[in-house]
């Protein structure tokens, strides 16, 4: 069976920090990835989605970045949070096209 | 790009009564999925209905792809149905994926 894990669970950061996120699945040989970002109360959005190993697609431009250094990971990331960052921050896997699975997802709390 | 919308954005029952929630989407689609998110939660996928009836215990979906529109209707509420429902789409081929806003389903005692 398939796992998706998320870390970390949550984490509360100062403005203009860094920030990593990160994404990891098991139990599936290269998988499509994608990273969402919900403000608290707001609409799901895709921000980037990896369909192999070291190429990542923007959705959405957040002042993010995403990396895929593993067939089974994908990170999130910035060198500068902001403010708006703030929110839920989702994981996802699908075999391209197909049903997509979530991962337990990181709140974010930028202060 | 493509749009999604849902209604009602909220919906108010009590124990026992049927839900009938809505998704209408802008172009076609070729996946459309149907979410529960808990409140804070993560998403746990419902239903995967790109046209047809499906039906999953108390769940059934039913899509038009014709008519862009899709249903999720859940028969003798549970109070552990409240939370938020999300429909969503793609195109085989294209990994961009929408979501709609959300149907807020609260179910009283």
């Known amino acids: 069976a398939q796992t998706i894990h998320q870390w970390p669970v949550a984490e509360i950061k100062a403005v203009g920090s860094p920030l990593s996120l990160g994404c990891t699945i098991k139990g599936k040989s290269s998988p499509n990835l994608y990273w969402y970002w919900q403000a608290t109360g707001g609409t799901l959005q895709q921000l980037f989605y990896?369909?192999?190993?070291?190429?990542v697609e923007s959705v959405v431009q957040l002042n993010l970045s995403a990396s895929r250094p593993k067939d089974d990971q994908f990170i999130l990331s910035t060198e500068k949070l902001l403010l708006s960052h703030s929110g839920f921050y989702l994981c996802a896997w699908s075999r391209g096209g197909e049903e997509q699975y979530f991962g337990p997802g990181t709140r974010l709390t930028v202060l | 790009g493509q749009q999604v919308q849902q209604s009602p954005a909220s919906l108010v029952l009590q124990e026992g009564e049927n839900a009938e929630l809505q998704c209408n989407f802008s172009s076609t689609a070729t996946q459309l999925q149907w979410f529960y998110q808990s409140p804070g939660g993560s998403l746990v996928s419902l239903l995967s209905n790109p046209s047809g009836t499906k039906h999953t215990g108390r769940l059934t979906s039913t899509t038009v792809t014709k008519e862009r529109r899709s249903s999720l209707h859940i028969s003798s509420s549970q109070t552990t149905d409240s939370g938020t429902y999300l429909c969503?789409?793609?195109?085989?081929?294209?990994?961009?994926?929408?979501f709609g806003a959300g149907t807020k389903l609260t179910i009283k005692p």
């Open positions: 990896s369909i192999t190993v070291g190429q």
């Open positions: 969503a789409i793609n195109n085989y081929g294209n990994e961009k994926i929408t």
